[in-house]
């Protein structure tokens, strides 16, 4: 059975709906500013990627994570023509951190907050009257994991259609967490690059509708979903295991039938610290072996920030929207690449114009080495 993505909706720092936000990238547009959210007098990091939307200058709201995913849910679900009614719909949502700005805003401002806000089924009902959703947190690849539970619930022949989104908005915990983390105060967010000094957040969400090929009017869908591989190799609570992730994009070639020299473009995971990215090239130059300059590849947290939970879907609708156009968005900032990747095939300093380009594979990992994989096939829309 094949898995069709017949509508996306995407917001991020750097713009708002899926076409907004390619062409930012495509452009090389980055949404790296000073702090917004909260004072930044306690940290030595003073910038991040955030969504522009806060009321006022300094001053932070709850439920903002709330409202970027039902705003990128309504924009896939009228790309698809479902309709707002999705009572007879599974919404899946992935995310390493749910609503729990709101709840930082409720213990520190006395805002209120209700723990049924945190899981996000209760905005799905209330706006699309969706009655199964699932919400579930999964560090920086839920998006991706929950993009194969999407597929499997439509292999399974449990349904016809099913939303899948990711999501994730600046927490002052983690901010701070990785503000103390780094040796050095990072000044943007550069993957593979030798200088680089490690990761800045950002806000973002993403959704796409997957529904069976049988479902889909010819001629209508985005693109094919080919395969989502998962594993967890419980390596490390941070650091990455590159033979995980090995065995992960093997898997995902293996689920998809395809070879590394079938592949186009990559998009990589990259957030840019100085293990994460070590360990992904040397993962991917022992996945792809001789074929490893046969892709393009490219990171957008470059530009975007790294959005967490939602960075993975958000990055396969880019690479969608790569395929249907030709243009690959650039790592911006990246100078001399790092020894273990310096055979890849990098799209760097502006975007490049591919014609003729198939397939794609797309990178998420997160804490705990829980990995994902998914390998898409353009439709030329």
Partial sequence: ??????????????????????????????????????DATNYRTKHAYEIDDRPGAGRDVPYRAT???VRV????????????????VPVLVGTGLRELRSAE??????????????HFGTALRERFGALSTHTFSNACSASLHTLALGADLLEAGECDTVV?????TLTESMYGLLDRVHMEAPRRVQPFDRERRGVLMGEGAAAVVLRRESAVTPG?????LRAVSMNCDAHHVTAPA????????????????????????????????????????????????????????TAVKSMTGHTSGGSGLLSLIVALRSLATGRVPATVGLREPVPEAAGFRFVRDEARTEPGMRLAQVDAFGFGGVNAVAIVEGTGR
């Fill in 105 to 118: 805003l409720a213990r520190r401002d006395g805002t209120g907050f209700g723990v049924e806000r945190l």
């Fill in 164 to 168: 899948v989104a990711g999501v994730d």
């Fill in 220 to 224: 209508s869908a985005l693109g094919k």
């Fill in 73 to 88: 849910v309504e924009e896939a679900v009228a790309q698809a023509g479902l309709g707002e009614d999705l009572r007879d």
């Fill in 1 to 38: 059975m094949s898995t069709m993505v017949t509508g996306a909706g995407a917001t991020a720092a750097v713009g708002d709906g899926v076409d907004e936000v390619f062409d930012a990238l495509c452009a090389g547009r980055s949404g790296l500013a000073e702090l917004r959210g909260f």
């Fill in 67 to 69: 409202g970027w995913l």
């Fill in 242 to 297: 590159a033979s995980g992730i090995t065995e992960a994009i093997r898997d995902a070639h293996d689920r998809a039938g395809v070879k590394p020299a079938d592949i186009d473009l990559v998009m990589l995971h990259g957030t840019g610290t100085l293990l994460n990215d070590e360990a992904e090239a040397e993962a991917v130059a022992a996945a792809f072996g001789g074929d490893v300059q046969a892709p393009l590849m």
